[in-house]
């Protein structure tokens, strides 16, 4: 690039940047356009009985952020608290780029991103938000807009300057963790220090050739001297390294899937840091049973047609005041949490299926004793699979009475109560 | 005393630090059990041990600094910070695991 870069060549390369901003912005507000138009369209009048409620998210919010919502460890608390965060990125390079594509997609309400450097070519084989028509235009706003056209849910702030003794306070105290994404040891103690000071836990990474560091600094971010505080950069690091023996990335090179990985392990930590409702760690990562989460891929068909109602049939059933019956919600508690229906009880699947189907249980504890007996139990899910095998369960267990009392499930269970019933009922 | 015995250890350098030594980043040693003194080594010995003997660089000055390893090097004796076990001071035991890390800072 040395030489070539006239002001001409910037201002091109610019204007096609702009361009293709300007055809993205366009695009999103055509989509929000059709979708608000949908919306609209479906209607009370159209879908008979809407209840009206106020859910915590938007419909829109709840299919975004539905896969990690059902994960144990976030739930609908930890999304929440996700949309209430506030992350400051300090460095768009290697490792902010992917650290910010996460933070964006995992739903983080404020990601405020520091860089005063311009987009180079030697960057883009890591500096993955960035692309070849941004080369020359300034790492924060090539950053943030594509990480918009990612998640447009999401306030960004920019700053595009380099952080300094002077501005550092102002702006890392506008939020509520910092990931340290630089390159040099004069900004990693400068970043350190101001996160003792301003009492803000910093997650801190680094990488180079084929090595990588994570770091998670000042946690709990307790008053500077407090002794149940974490450590902090200059804790584990006393005495800055020889100059001579720093080397970076344009120097030492570096691979793009090395800092990659050690950005996205900073997007981790930050999630963790912020949606903690339990801790999620590597070690519990690589515990987690996946094939469990991923769930049956077949069909199941347990039941006869007449051991299965239709979501509308039930609602019907509800409106007729007085025909007393229960509804058992399977679903696990994080998903009855994000949404249910008045008056159901959850008795997760999980809990349900460990109990042996051959024992006879007349009367499990979470039947209400005032439930008369011959009074029907509906069984609801998620889709309409674990419910069948649930009341298949339920009745040979003996709680049917010997047939005098009616256990059915929902047919394609919330899945199914959204389209013909509830169109506001959350998908997520 | 038996000058003649021997421990067996194991030293790994990362984060840069194994272009000093041969680009070999884990190295299978011996070393004597006793100093020249009768003392038992220790860490403050290897450090020398490994800059007079194992490595081929010149820049001696990127592994050690005014006697000391370098600012901006963890030594981890077994998986623990050296601070944990006495530093230098700490007298080596057959089948040490002792790994040198130089701080990384690209990004």
């Known amino acids: ?428 | 005393m038996e000058s003649g015995n021997t421990i067996p250890i194991i030293v790994e350098f990362s984060g840069g630090l194994e272009m000093l030594f041969s680009d070999e980043r884990k190295h299978k040693l011996s070393v004597p059990a006793k100093d020249d003194q009768g003392n038992a080594v220790n860490i403050g010995w290897l450090v020398q041990h490994l800059c007079q003997e194992v490595m081929k660089d010149s820049r001696k000055e990127m592994f050690v600094l005014d006697g000391h390893v370098r600012p901006g090097i963890l030594v981890l004796i077994n998986d623990a910070d050296w601070e944990l076990e006495g530093e230098a001071s700490y007298a080596l035991q057959p089948d040490d695991n002792i790994l040198f890390v130089s701080t990384l800072h690209g990004g």
């Open chain 1, 1 to 428: 690039m040395e030489g070539h870069n006239t002001t001409a060549e910037l201002l091109r390369r610019q204007i096609t940047a702009t361009e293709e901003e300007l055809k993205r912005l366009k695009a999103q507000l055509a989509f929000l356009e059709s979708e608000k138009a949908k919306s609209s369209r479906a209607g009370p009048e159209q879908d008979g009985p809407v209840t009206q409620r106020r859910w915590p998210l938007s419909e829109e919010e709840y299919k975004r952020y539905g896969r990690q919502m059902i994960v144990p460890n976030v739930g609908i608390q930890g999304q929440l608290r996700l949309k209430a965060a506030s992350i400051l990125i300090v460095g768009a390079g290697g490792l902010g780029c992917p650290a910010s594509v996460y933070l964006a997609g995992a739903g983080v309400g404020i990601i405020g991103i520091v860089d005063g450097d311009v987009v180079e070519t030697s960057n883009l084989h890591r500096q993955i938000l960035h692309n070849t028509s941004k080369v020359g235009m300034k790492k924060v706003d090539s950053a943030i807009s594509n990480l918009k056209a990612l998640n447009p849910n999401i306030k960004y702030n920019a700053h595009t300057e380099h952080l300094t003794p002077q501005n550092v306070a102002e702006i890392v105290s506008q939020y509520d963790l910092v990931l340290d994404c630089t390159d040099h040891p004069t900004s990693r103690y400068l970043i350190s220090d101001t996160c003792v000071l301003l009492q803000k836990p910093l997650v801190s990474a680094s990488a180079l050739r084929t090595d990588g560091q994570l770091i998670v600094l000042n946690t709990p971010p307790l008053p500077p001297g407090n002794e149940n505080g974490g450590p902090c950069y200059r804790c584990v690091f006393p005495k800055p390294p020889p100059a001579e023996s720093v080397v970076s990335c344009g120097d030492g090179g570096i691979l793009g899937p090395v800092v990659g990985v050690m950005g996205v392990l900073q997007a981790l930590e930050a999630v963790n840091a912020c949606s903690a409702t339990a801790e999620l760690t590597l070690e519990k990562l690589a515990a987690m049973d996946y094939a469990f989460f991923c769930g049956v891929a077949a069909p199941v068909k347990v039941l006869a047609s007449e051991e299965r109602i239709e979501a509308r049939e039930y609602e019907e059933l509800r409106k007729q005041r007085g025909k007393e019956h229960l509804l058992l919600d399977v679903r696990e508690k994080v998903q009855f949490d994000i949404c249910s229906i008045e008056g159901s009880i959850n008795v997760p699947f999980s809990t349900l299926q460990g109990n042996r189907g051959d024992v006879e249980i007349e009367h499990p504890s979470w039947l209400p004793e005032t439930l008369p007996s011959e009074a029907p139990i509906y069984v609801v899910c998620r889709l309409g699979n674990d419910s069948q095998v649930i009341t298949r369960k339920l009745k040979e267990s003996g709680i049917d009475k010997k047939g005098t009392r009616y256990i059915g499930d929902i047919k394609g269970g919330f899945k199914a109560w959204k389209e013909q019933v509830d169109s506001s009922w959350p998908e997520y």
